[in-house]
Every structure is written in C-alpha cells, then in structure tokens.
C-alpha cells in the first residue's frame, strides 16, 4: 500500500445504525476511495457523542439490531482491508442498541466483593459474544477512570468506583472475558476522567493534580492495564495543565501526555484512540479541516475516532507525518485487526443473542451487589407492621405494578399507593392516605441516572419523602445511581437504606427476596456519599 493508503486506515468515521439509504452509501464511497481502517456505530445521529445534548429527539427502532447486523456486512464487503468494526457497549449493545441484552452499569459492578469478581470477568465475556453476533470487533470499553468526584457529570455511574485497586482489577477482569471470545477492549479515558466536574462533550474538563499525583491515583489502573498488555488506550479530552507547562491543552491534542507520559514513561506500545474527535472539548478549536485530524496523530494517537473530515485529514498527515511515524501506527493496528482474527475473515457474527444467559447473570451480579446501608432489623420491623395492619408500600416515580411490589405481595398484605404521575394534591392526598400507617416500604425508582436537575427527582417525590422520614418509620429500597441518595432530604432519619443499583427485573426481584428471607447484603457502597 501507498503511505496515503496506509493513513486511511488510521480513520475510524461515526457510522448510525438508523441512518439514510444516502447516508450510507455515501459511507460505503468514503470506505471504497479513503481505505478506511475501521468504523464507529451509534444508534442514530440525535443520540451520537456530542450531539445527544442538542435534545434532538432518538426515534427508537426495534429492528436496529438486524439492520446493525445488515449494515456491517455492507461496510465489510466495500474494505480491501477488513474493517474494525467499533462501539461502545459500555453495559452491553443495548447502550446503543434496543431489543438487545443489557447489563449494569459499572457501578453496580464496584459494589461486588472481591471474592465476585469472577461475574465481572463473566459479564465481559458475554458482552464480547454480543458484539460479535452483530459482526463488532471491537468494544471501547471498560473504563479505568476513578470516580473521586461525586459532582462529575459524565463518569460517575460508569466507573467502578473510588478505589484504584478495584477499578483496576474489575476493568482487567471485564478486558479479559472480551479477550476470550476474541473482542478488543480499550481502558478510558487517560490519563483519568474521574476528578472532574465538567462533561468533555460539551467542554474541556481540567485535571488539576501533578504527575506525582496522577501516578498515585488516576493512573494507576491504566499502568495495570499496560503491564497486562491492553488491547488500546482511549485519549480523554481533558487538560492536565501541570504535563503541558500550564496551558490547558486537551490530552488528546498534547506530546507531553501521550508521546512523554504514556509512551516514554509509562512504556506503552499498543493502540492509542482518541475520543470522539466531534466533541465540542477539541472540535471547535481549528477552522482548516483536517488540522484537527493531523493535531491528534501528531500528538500520538493511532485511531481518530469520529473523525469527521477523512479526506482533508488524510492529505493533512500525508503532508506533514514522517513515514516513520505513520509506518508505526500502520502496524499498531495491524497487530489489532490479526489478534480480532478479521484479516482473512471479514465477518465473525458465528453466535446469536442468549438473553436466557443474560438474564442468569444479572440475577447473580443484583444478588452478589445489593447493599444494605442501614439496618435496624428491616425484615423484623416489616413484618411486625403487616401483622398489625400498619405497614404500606409506597412507590415512588413507578407506579404500584411493579416487580418489587409484585414480588412482595404474595407475603405482604398491605395496601400499595405511588407518586408517578404528579398531580397539585399529590403530597397532601399521600399523607392523608398514609396517615393510618406507622411504618412505610418506600421503593424509589430514580428516573435518571446523570445527576443533572437532582437525577431528575420530582420535588414533590422529594416533598413526600421529607415529610415521611420525618413522621414515620421508613424503610427505603433505592433503585438507581448511589449519589442520588445524597439528593434525599432527613435520609438519616431513614429506619433501614438498602440500595439496590438497576431497576431490571433481576434485581427489583431479588431485593424482594432479601426483604422476604432477609437474607446477608454482600455488596458495599464503591462510593463515599456524604452524609450516608
């Protein structure tokens, strides 16, 4: 192959699962004429990277999984080269994909003890044979980024949580049952996301630690991750002004962190992939097309993901790379795509979706991660109110039919009120109703899991659960991200806290299970929470 040839590999160009008949086959041309290395699916163009805060709305389609499936076979059959066919399935294919197999989000997962992290590596593995039913070879994910910011408004439930060990052990855990069915991963987002406050799609979060600091703490999943020889490593846009003498220069666009830090010091020879070259952190920031593209292979990344501008980008490295430099990132992702097995075999859709299994593995990864916060005899206290005809179920942001509550019911007879559908009355009606009642079941579903707006936690929710915690003895199951438990007002006036993580049917099911059989929490907090 030409040098220009070999440079189109380096582009990895968003793709949308739900896209036009022109769209795609413009995709197709790009692929044909540019010898495009790899691609990047996303569900649709108002739910990709940066543009999901544009409140564009996402038009579901059930049959996106198929045309997934149908469209990777058409980009595969126009490459010379096979392609890497990329996205990311953080908490599987259903983060893009409806209809298709989800599981917890990775804070869940940093709820597990130690002696579990056997699902973490189970959970990676069935993810890996997800992708690979869709013809995906490629999952950027896990993250290796330390939550040590509660106010963080991008990573928070999407890392494993606070403790550096833990994040390293789990990340490696989820690389390595990828790695088994034959599915790259890539750690994110160096040199470490977690201590910021600012969402890198929207802006330029900045790290304010030095390198002594960083190589105590952020880094240290990623140095683990690169003596267990990580498939790649994922760029974030973020600024660490104390590797770039001051200046708030993205990682992504800086020598100092990815050629000095992660290459020289670190030792790192494998794949470097920026992150989505469309966020607003780095997109705004040069008016030439394809000076962005050159900037990011200049400061050392291999892959340019979400590069939007392939031919001028092209021609940008053509003329300024050194074939030298351009030959040792040809073969970095030569090594990938051999290791993917895709070299004399373009498509590696050999299994289907097992929902079956994956149902089988949320029931062990909810009962291996529920949580109990506070206990003053939970189950005892329960059943001691029903018995006396003292106890009501209250759900709140879902109704009363829910699998929490229908599991219960059976057991506990005891009348069911909501607040789902908020009306003026709501907060007077619900204690007028409840007024009989010493003791409340209380399951919050919390809507939304960005903390944005209070998770979105409807005042009056929070009205309502003032006044209870005040007034009665409340048991409160949690269904959703941990922080948002800092959002509740008088939580320590709470009789029992047990957070359960996910609303899927697996978890609210075996919550009831604990309550019914009170049964021993294994999980713990992977959090610190304020005030908890």
Known sequence: MTLEQKIGQFFFPAVFINDTEENIQAMEQLIRDYNIGGLTFFHSRASAAANYETKKNVIFNDNSYH???????????????????????EWGLAMRVEKTPQYPYAVTLGALPDSESHLVYELGRQIG??????????????????????????????????????VARFALEYLRGMSDVG???????????????????????????????????ELYPFIKGIENNVDSIMIGHLAVPALNEGKDTSATLSK??????????????????????????????????????????????D???????????????????????IEASYSRLMKCKKKANILDNHQTNQVDLDFEMTSLLNMKLAQSSITMIKDTGNSAMIFESCNKGKLALLSLHKSIDNPFFNSLTAALEAPLFSVDIIAKQTVTSIEQNLSLFDTVLIALYVPKVKPTNNFELMPEVLEVLDCLLQAKKCVLYVFGNPYALQALPNLKLAAGIVQVYQDFIEFQENAAAQLLNNTLCEGSLPVHLNGI
């Open 67 to 89: 045309q997934l499936k149908d469209l990777i076979v058409r980009y595969q059959n126009c490459a010379s080269i096979p392609l890497l066919m990329s996205i990311d399935a």
């Open 129 to 166: 044979l997800d992708l690979k039913s869709a013809g995906i070879n490629y999952n950027l994910a896990p993250l290796a980024d330390i939550n040590n910011n509660p106010n963080n408004p991008v990573i928070g439930y999407r890392s494993f949580g606070e403790n550096k060990e833990k």
């Open 183 to 217: 599915v790259l991963g890539c750690l994110k987002h160096f040199p470490g996301h977690g201590n910021t406050n600012v969402d890198s799609h929207l802006g330029l979060p900045v790290l304010e630690e030095n390198l002594e600091q960083l190589l105590e703490n």
């Open 256 to 301: 100092s962190v990815i050629e000095d830090l992660l290459r020289k010091r670190l030792g790192y020879d494998g794949l470097v992939i920026s992150d989505a070259l469309n966020m607003h952190s780095v997109s705004q920031l040069f008016d030439k097309k394809g000076e962005l593209e050159w900037e990011a292979f200049n400061a050392g990344n």
């Open 303 to 325: 892959v340019l993901c979400f590069a939007e501008n392939v031919r001028e980008g092209i021609q940008e490295i053509l003329k300024n790379a050194s074939p030298l430099r």
